[in-house]
């Protein structure tokens, strides 16, 4: 960093703020690759970026907000990312700008196959009005949340007024991607009662509207079947959004059918949320739950990580679990232990 | 206190320890009013009562662990209380003893109406081989349910060898419910698809098994028929408990129909649950999760009650909210002064 000392003090104000002022005026110009930069700021590990980012974020912040943010889940084999290009290339036409992001608390495990594939997106990635971001690499679920989220304000302060966040599904992806969309889908396959089976429990529970994907073909006749079965189900399930009705759709990326349909149904949705007051409503819950759901995360990785802790903990609660001692007379010995000790 | 300072030595070990012994004692040997005695202080917020309720719990802590615990809920109107009256007499009759309880994080404010009214189970109350006790009054959910299980612990070492715990189903009432069971009943009445949709989200998913109430006279046929309903709705779900498929049954407290039946069903799930590990599986997952919510607990409570947490974090909460900082920022902030200032 020393060697940008100088160019520290031109940008002003900060010692550690060199290119601040660069990447808020780079992004808010629709530079890519200054988004790209500033997102990679986001995404560090490095606690010497951390504040530097927080100060870029601060800047861009009257700028944000203004997308929909729209999460796409889908059983494995379902067509996330042919959806995404088909769907992503759609909004594009009609005027709008669209970033795609993901995420993926696995890829450091798997190696980042999400979106990792330039290939898989191709024509929405070299369209002009669209970025496509892959996933940032690994972390725990709660790194890879506020990096998505810190994200999210990075692109709509980049003019993107579409953002769509693709989720792999694993663990809890798909709460947490719930937690910081307007609108939830959630893309089937035909044959909808084995898929359910297999499907994790309490997703259906989030979608705001099912695509029944691949309707194409042979499968088209099957894909409209199953779309009244869903609806059969979904008559009896409670709407994760007030004011509106959860329907399934069918839709097919190969031959373009039902995708302006799925379009014209989210248009129809934001106006309903906005009119009821609900988007502003879950808009301001995300926030509050984004704020404390971080200080939940440090205060237990403070108390987790403890040395004290760590040695003691495992000695605990085994004794728990052999019956030696209560989980309450536990908990108090060992937050007796840390607090004693302090941090 | 210092009046029974004498007797505290006759118990020996702790000066705090008066009766503590004469309780363990009392309880072992199924003294209803000690083990009532015991219940009232672990259900104490006085904190001098603490250590003695976690020495009398650590005590019994050997002969604890051999009930089966059932958690029943309802839609309003489900007649849970006549349920329990109906299937506890049952259970009693053949050769069990039961303990009821209740989760009602609500009763401060509603005045503790769930099990308040001593004449709801006048029966099952005064039946030698039962013991009801009424919910604790008030309190956090975090609070209500250490002491609900807690005194589930108490009536194990008292004799009970079946604990049903209702709850009002209240916020997240069934949740916690769920996790100190072995076993969780959901009570419906007949118009499946309407009672559905007014039921809270997830709950259906929460159930080991289905009864549809009231199952008698004119509204038995129905009954059967939305029986039928919610088996075409439970297929498609995913079950609760590893190799245990959820079904619906029609039962009525008032003819006693049904009731026997589902003391069958019961049984098969034990003996099911047992053989393939899973019994064994969520009573120590159910531990540990004890353990680390009264952790997580503690942790926040101290966090939200630290005077200059509570004097900014309204503020900081204000500024997120008008974009005037991000929740990562915002978050750091409070965090540091927390840390600062220590507990």
Redesign the interface.
């Known amino acids: 960093m020393d060697e940008q000392r100088g160019k520290d003090r031109t940008a002003g104000k900060n010692r550690s703020g060199k290119g601040i002022d660069d990447l808020i005026n780079g992004v808010r110009n629709g530079n890519r690759a200054m988004l790209a930069q500033a997102i990679t700021l986001v995404e560090s590990h490095a606690s010497k970026h ?1 504040e530097k980012s ?1 100060n870029v ?2 800047g861009l ?2 700028y ?2 203004n997308s929909i943010r729209i999460g796409i889940t889908g059983v494995p084999g379902a067509g996330k990312s042919t959806f995404i290009e088909a769907f992503g290339q759609h909004l594009c036409n009609i005027g709008h700008r669209v970033a795609v992001l993901a995420v993926d608390p696995s890829s450091s495990i798997t190696g980042g196959s999400i979106l990792g594939d330039k290939t898989r997106m191709e024509q929405l990635s070299q369209d002009p009005r669209a970025f496509v971001r892959p996933s940032p690499s690994g972390g725990t679920l709660g790194g890879v949340s ?1 990096k998505t ?2 994200t999210i ?1 990075l692109c709509e302060a980049a003019g993107y007024d579409i953002i769509l966040i693709e989720t792999i599904g694993v663990g809890q992806s798909e709460v947490v991607v719930r937690s910081m969309v307007d609108y939830f889908l959630l893309l089937m396959l035909t044959g ?2 084995d898929e ?2 297999g ?4 997703v259906l ?1 989030l979608a705001d509207s099912i695509v029944i994907h691949k309707a194409d073909g042979d499968n088209k006749q099957k894909a409209l079947t199953t779309k009244e079965e869903y609806n059969q ?1 979904l ?4 709407p ?1 959004t007030n004011g509106w009705e959860v329907r399934a759709y069918t839709a097919s990326s190969y031959s373009g059918e039902g995708i302006k349909e799925l379009a014209g149904t989210l248009e129809c949705f934001i106006e309903i949320t906005k009119k009821n007051g609900f988007f502003e409503e879950r808009r ?1 819950s995300q ?2 739950e ?2 404390y759901s ?3 995360d ?3 990785r403070r ?1 987790f990580s403890h040395p004290k802790v760590k040695k003691e903990l495992p000695l ?2 085994q004794n ?2 052999l ?10 010995e ?2 007796g232990i840390y ?1 004693e000790e ?2």
Do not use: C, S
């Open positions: 951390a927080q974020l601060n912040l009257p944000t907000g506020r989220r810190e304000l909808a009662g359910l089976q499907m994790k429990k309490g529970e189900i008559h009896f399930m409670k994760t301001k926030l509050k984004w704020l971080m200080i939940r440090d205060l237990e108390f605990i609660e728990v679990y019956g030696k001692e209560t989980p309450t007379k536990a908990a108090r060992i937050l607090k302090g941090d």
